[in-house]
């Protein structure tokens, strides 16, 4: 999938897309801290990055994820990125969505228009029923983001995910196909 928005573009993640994969994660390590797994600093070496890329790639090609990059229109630079992983088919027909922006790039809807081509991807392409996302309850931004989406509500774990070191409740939340509901 490729698409073109005002001043962005995205695309599923490429092999060679390392090196600005590298970047995107230096520049932003410390606004991305908070809401992220620990990071030890081997995890923003290049050579790390790529096996990072390869993992990701591997999931794509078996079919249980799929990794979309934010790219500047003029820059080149990467904006953001965002994901839909462990993928099941059958019954379920669901995936896990995750995503971050860059410091540089917030406040500018720019997430929630790449979601929504991204997850009309999910439904429209891939033939999914269910995207579910999950927050921290003090991330406000994704909390309001997912809203405006219209992922619903469905519950809250406690101690769900290890952030930052620590295990952190989250409140869980789907969107399922319109087209199916």
């Known amino acids: 999938m490729q698409y073109s928005g005002e001043g962005f573009s995205i695309r599923v993640l490429a092999f060679d897309d390392c090196e600005l ?29 790529r096996s990072r890329v390869q993992q990701q790639w591997e999931s794509m090609q078996s079919g249980s994820a799929v990794f979309f990059l934010v790219i500047d229109s003029v820059g080149g630079e990467l904006l953001g990125r965002f994901s839909y992983t462990n993928i099941v088919r059958g019954v379920f027909q669901a995936c896990n969505l995750g995503f971050s922006l860059a410091e540089t790039a917030q406040g ?62 989250h409140v869980l939340r789907a969107l399922i196909n319109p087209n199916e509901a």
């Open 108 to 169: 500018r809807g720019l997430m929630q228009r790449a979601l929504e081509v991204g997850n009309r991807y999910c439904f429209e392409q891939m033939g999914l029923h269910r995207i579910m996302a999950s927050h921290m309850p003090a991330n406000v931004r994704s909390e309001r983001l997912l809203q405006s989406l219209g992922f619903e509500k469905e519950g809250y774990a406690r101690a769900y995910l290890k952030i930052a070191g620590v295990w952190e409740d």
């Open 21 to 49: 994969i590298n970047r995107y994660e230096k520049a932003n390590r410390k606004h991305l801290q908070p809401w992220e797994p620990f990071r030890d600093d081997d995890y923003f070496i290049l050579e790390n990055a």
